[in-house]
Every structure is written in C-alpha cells, then in structure tokens.
C-alpha cells in the first residue's frame, strides 16, 4: 500500500510539474504572438505612411504632417516646399532596366536624407519625384536646393557611375494657405520652370506667384513670379 501511494504522489508530480511547463510554454507563446501582433501592426502603420522602395514618407502622409506642421508653426518664416524631379532617369530606364533606376531612385533617397535638415520632412511621391519640407523660409530652402542639386548629381558608384540631375522648384507654405497640395503644387510648378531651362537647377516661386495653371503654362524666364533661380546649371 505504501508503494502504491509513494507511486501515485510520484505521478501526481510528474503531473503537476509536466503542467506547470505546459503553462510557461504557453505564457511564452502567448508573449511572442503579442510581440508579433506588435511588430505586425507596426509594420503596416509603417506601410501605410511609407513608401515602400525609399522607406521615405508617401504623399498621404505627408500631407498629414503639413496640417500639423501648419497648425503649430512656431517661427515668422514660413515653411518652405521644395520639389525635386530627376533629370535623366527614363533613358537610364530603357538602357539598363528599371531595378538599375531603383537603385538610383534609392541612392537619390539616402542622399536627400543626408542634406535635409534634422527636422524637415522627406517624401516620394512616386516615380522620380520627391518633396522636401522645412522650416527656416526659403532662404534656408534656397540654400538646401543647392546642396540637394549637388548631392544628386554625384555618379552612383555602385552602377559605373551612371547618374542623373534634378530639377528643384521652391515654394512656400505661407499661413494662409493651409492646403498642403496647393502648396506642392505650386513648388511643382516651380520646378517645370527650372526643368524647361535645362534642369540641374532650382527655380523659386513666392506667394506673388499668382495662379497655378498660369505658373504651369508660362516658362518664360522673365517672368516675375519666379525671380530667383539657383543651382548648378545657372
């Protein structure tokens, strides 16, 4: 009887701890899938708001942040829009396929990230287009263009030194223009003027600029609503 007993409280044991690792495992399983859950959502915010090849901000959120921007500036000078369009990518394109302009379009990213400031905001819009928005007026945005102009126009190493230019229209984000599109649209605007002068150049338009579809049609350099140009095709 005694034997019987020693061997039942002995299974009773086996039992208790056999369940009590079957709890850890499951509070361990249960601590993953909630980290994976996490890390899940995270990444779906991320796609979401992000452009997928550069990891830049997408236009959608953007904008979003130019409403926030434009609700709780801070300084007298106006934030400003740049415009970056690249010069020369469809031939690179054609010439040696789309996955060698992805590179390019990547390298182009990094090197927009390096020269912006800290706290400006960098999107793609699509294809080879990019916004940058900043503080500082368009003085500082003046001053950013050039760096940018020159950054991407250095040769991608990694592809035998192919590269492009850009053409970078200015704009700003004055306080009574509280549609961040408007606003782009009006640094794209900018940016055909300095593309239609032969790129590699930055054209700024201020609030005098008058209408957009006038900016758009007129690319006469004369014109007074783009008195500064810049850049290294100047």
């Known amino acids: ?5 020693g061997l039942h409280a002995l299974s009773m044991a086996n039992t208790l701890g056999a ?7 499951l509070q361990v399983s249960h601590a ?10 995270r990444d779906l915010d991320r796609r979401s708001s992000h452009d997928a090849l550069t ?22 000078d106006d934030p400003a829009v740049i415009f970056v369009d690249l010069d020369g990518l469809k031939p690179i394109n054609d010439e040696h396929g789309h996955h060698v302009g992805d590179d390019i379009i990547i390298t182009v990213a990094r090197r927009i990230e390096e020269v912006a400031p800290e706290d400006a905001l960098c ?11 900043l503080s500082g007026g368009e003085r500082t945005a003046e001053q950013v263009a050039d760096e940018l102009i020159a950054a991407i126009g250095r040769p991608v190493a990694s592809r035998d ?9 200015i704009a700003p984000y004055g306080p009574d223009e509280p549609d961040p599109g408007a606003a782009i649209r009006r640094a794209d605007a900018a940016m055909y003027r300095a593309k239609a002068q032969g790129g590699d150049a930055w054209e700024a338009i ?15 350099p004369a014109s007074p609503a783009h008195p500064r140009r810049g850049g290294a095709g100047r």
């Open 1 to 5: 009887l005694l034997a019987a007993l």
């Open 19 to 25: 369940n009590a690792r079957a709890r850890a495992e």
């Open 32 to 41: 993953r899938l909630i980290d994976d859950l996490r890390t899940a959502n």
């Open 55 to 76: 990891g830049l901000l997408n236009r959608a959120a953007l904008e979003a942040r130019m409403l926030e921007v434009h609700a709780s500036r801070e300084t007298e």
């Open 123 to 133: 999107c793609r819009l699509g294809g080879d287009e990019f916004v940058v928005v």
């Open 161 to 169: 030194g192919i590269g492009v230019t850009a053409s970078v229209g």
């Open 206 to 220: 201020g609030d005098e600029g008058g209408d957009i579809a006038d900016l758009s049609r007129d690319l006469t």
